[in-house]
């Protein structure tokens, strides 16, 4: 079936990379491949991958009703990566057609803004909400692998990280100039981490590194919203 080539995928970044730190934090994943597995839940994880194939297979299993209503429910979604492209309301820079989205995060992602896989990157991010009160770091360091961008937000929308672009990065191979049209001079900084609501998004993988902090970040906010009986949550992957 389409799961296997999801599998195959040479840049898939484990969903279950997310179980672990969360089994640190005492909390189960649970995996979500049907429409019906939603039921069981009361906060999501939208893990990253490809979008494209990610959006095929959900529209394979018929998820994107039940992921907008879960969305429009109010219940905690967080997105990270290709999950931050499902859950914003726009895509830009791609091929033509595009992908279905789930949307309800108000922003546009371009979808590889720094080129391909070959240009990931990490860099020491600032996050004044990560930092502890008892004066922990506010540095995180973001693991961007083809990592979208967030180019513009809605009102509503809370920026949690900026990222400060190098004046000496290389942002564009020749492949993904074609797909920059729009805005062929780059910005001096994009956003790669936002919050609404209930709705997290990042462009980088928190679940790549040791630090959990992101992760219980966004367990408080699911439990915030629903006290203490939010223990179910997931990382919902159709790979
Ligand atoms: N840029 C990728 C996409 O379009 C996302 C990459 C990722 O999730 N690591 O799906």
Request: charged content about 15%; proline content about 6%; some cysteine.
């Given at each position: 079936?389409?799961?296997?080539?999801?599998?195959?995928?040479?840049?898939?970044?484990?969903k279950k990379g997310f179980f672990t730190p969360l089994r640190r934090l005492g909390v189960k994943g649970v995996e979500i491949r049907k429409p019906e597995h939603l039921q069981s839940i009361s906060s999501l994880i939208i893990p990253g991958g490809e979008s494209t194939t990610m959006a095929k297979l959900a529209e394979f299993h018929n998820l994107f009703p039940a992921l907008r209503e879960f969305v429009q429910m109010g219940k905690p979604?967080?997105?990270?990566?290709?999950?931050?492209?499902?859950?914003?309301?726009?895509?830009?820079?791609?091929?033509e057609g595009g992908q279905e989205l789930v949307g309800g995060l108000d922003c546009t992602v371009h979808r590889n803004y720094f080129g391909r896989q070959i240009q990931s990157f990490e860099a020491e991010l600032v996050v004044p909400e990560l930092a502890s009160k008892e004066g922990g770091p506010e540095t995180f360091r973001g693991v961007f692998i083809r990592a979208p961008a967030i180019l513009e937000v809605g009102p509503e929308v809370e920026v949690l990280a900026d990222y400060h672009i190098p004046s000496n990065k290389v942002l564009y191979s020749s492949s993904a100039v074609e797909i920059h049209e729009e805005s062929a001079v780059p910005e001096k900084k994009v956003i790669v981490a936002v919050k609404q609501g209930k709705l997290l998004g990042t462009a980088f993988h928190p679940e790549l590194t040791a630090d959990t902090r992101w992760h219980s970040y966004f367990l408080k906010m699911a439990s915030d919203i629903e006290g203490a009986t939010s223990n179910a949550i997931v990382a919902a992957s159709s790979s």
């Open positions: 079936s389409g799961r296997v080539g999801f599998l195959g995928h040479p840049i898939r970044p484990e979604v967080w997105g990270t990566c290709a999950g931050l492209i499902f859950l914003a309301n726009k895509a830009v820079g791609q091929k």
